[in-house]
């Protein structure tokens, strides 16, 4: 037979059981008013034993708040949005808040994260963390007057948005590869509408090289994904010496080709990535990469929509974080 389900405690539950009235109990376990130590911990132990959370919608009727915060994630699989997610959660929990993420196990269709954020703001969050770079901004503008809206891990201009330099990034791993004598170098450049900062990354590489002469050759792609179509002529050009990746994870799918084409990384060719996070940073692999501040990213993003939560939106403010340029064994200096 089906077990049958019991009614959930209410907080009139956790009052007749540690012995205080209702509004005792709502002031101990909310923190607000005064309530007497001995009685906070009557309450907290009643409350634990007989397994009571508070609703809060319910709560949020009454303060106008839920102490909630909504996140929009474009991919549980992908190690940057989940290191993300982790610091943006951890922090929200320092401040108080709770974290309801709709997610996906792959990229977010623009559809997928429309229905996402619209149950999120049904769910009466205090605030929206979009941290999916195929969201447009201008899908999510209309919810703007509702509530606060911060991109966390991509530039926007119309939004409020917490991000890495990505350009700085770019111009700095093209500067590294220009300082070890490279002058015919490939850019595997992303699409904007696919990753405006993977594009605003690869563009900023592009530009800097050609300011000091280089020669560049663009491949164009779509997704990260097809980077393996533009790869079988372009890994064989004679005076090629370097391959410029969007991420790390590129990067790597650059470096299986090489291995499986015969190409030696990097005695015949140098491949350089970006992101530096999770498990490709592993010392097997030595990528030259350039780190996010990933940990700094979340944790300053929650800050940023707490202080629009509590102090009221003010207009839109962009934080751009410096990175690290991570010298590793994937490039060498031009023989």
Request: aromatic share 4%.
């Amino acid at each position: 037979m089906p077990r049958e389900r019991t009614r959930p405690p209410t907080i009139i539950d956790v009052a007749k059981a540690a012995g205080v009235s209702k509004s005792a109990v709502s002031r101990a376990l909310l923190g607000q008013g005064e309530v007497s130590e001995s009685v906070r911990q009557r309450v907290i132990e009643a409350a634990d034993q007989l397994g009571y959370v508070a609703n809060a919608m319910a709560r949020g009727l009454v303060s106008e708040r839920t102490r909630t915060l909504g996140v929009v994630l474009h991919d549980v699989t992908d190690p940057f949005a989940g290191y993300l997610h982790v610091a943006m959660q951890t922090r929200a929990t320092e401040l108080g808040y709770a974290v309801v993420t709709a997610t996906n196990p792959g990229d977010l269709t623009l559809d997928n994260a429309l229905t996402a954020l619209r149950t999120l703001i049904s769910l009466q969050v205090d605030g929206l963390l979009v941290c999916s770079a195929r969201f447009p901004s201008e899908q999510v503008l209309p919810f703007v007057d509702r509530l606060p809206v911060v991109a966390a891990g991509r530039r926007e201009t119309a939004l409020s948005s917490v991000c890495v330099d990505d350009r700085d990034g770019g111009e700095r791993l093209a500067d590294h590869l220009l300082g070890l004598g490279h002058r015919t170098v490939a850019v595997i450049l992303v699409d904007g509408a696919y990753s405006y900062s993977q594009h605003l990354r690869g563009v900023a590489m592009i530009a800097r090289l050609r300011d000091a002469g280089a020669t560049v050759i663009v491949r164009e792609v779509a997704t990260n994904a097809d980077v393996r179509d533009v790869l079988p002529d372009l890994v064989g050009l004679p005076d090629l010496t370097a391959i410029m990746c969007p991420n790390d994870r590129t990067q790597v799918a650059v470096m299986e080709y090489c291995r499986a084409a015969g190409v030696e990384v990097p005695g015949r060719l140098s491949v350089t990535g970006f992101d530096g996070i999770g498990p490709l940073t592993t010392s097997l692999l030595e990528l030259t990469t350039f780190r996010q501040p990933i940990e700094d990213i979340g944790r300053a993003a929650v800050e940023l929509m707490i202080d629009a939560i509590e102090e009221g939106a003010g207009e839109p403010g962009q934080l751009l974080m410096r990175g690290e340029l991570v010298p590793g064994g994937t490039v060498a200096a031009v023989r």
